[in-house]
């Protein structure tokens, strides 16, 4: 399990914080020991007066995106892992005109 929190102080940054957690289970099962099972959660705080829809952002109480994921890792020789994942994707742009998004994809990793 990992997090982090930043905090922006800088005037010329649009970001005011940004958080996230993970968490990652290796030998899921006892026959794939070297496999994983992931996930995570992330949120984006946009300053106020960054936002390009301002108005509509106050209004509604959203200067927020938040994203979540999940992966299953493959190991599937020592030097390749393959992770497919879903991926969530809630206020995109922290703007709450954009409609929320779910999102698929795989992730190949190799050691060479």
């Known amino acids: 399990v990992m997090g982090q929190a930043i905090f ?3 005037e010329t940054s649009i970001y005011k ?7 990652v289970y290796k030998g899921l099962f006892a ?4 496999d994983e099972l992931g996930g995570g959660v ?3 705080h946009i300053k106020s007066d960054a936002q390009k829809f301002k108005d509509s952002l106050l209004t509604h109480g ?4 938040v994203n979540a994921e999940i992966y299953y890792g ?3 020789r020592n030097w390749l892992m393959l992770k497919p994942n879903v991926q969530y994707i809630h206020n995109i742009g922290a ?3 954009n ?6 994809g795989i992730k190949l990793n190799m050691d060479f």
């Open 95 to 97: 703007n709450p005109s």
């Open 99 to 104: 409609k929320s998004a779910w999102v698929g």
């Open 62 to 65: 959203f200067n927020s995106e």
């Open 74 to 76: 493959l190991k599937l």
């Open 8 to 10: 922006f102080d800088d």
């Open 17 to 23: 914080d940004i958080q996230n957690m993970v968490f």
């Open 31 to 34: 026959n794939r020991p070297q």
């Open 42 to 44: 992330a949120r984006i």
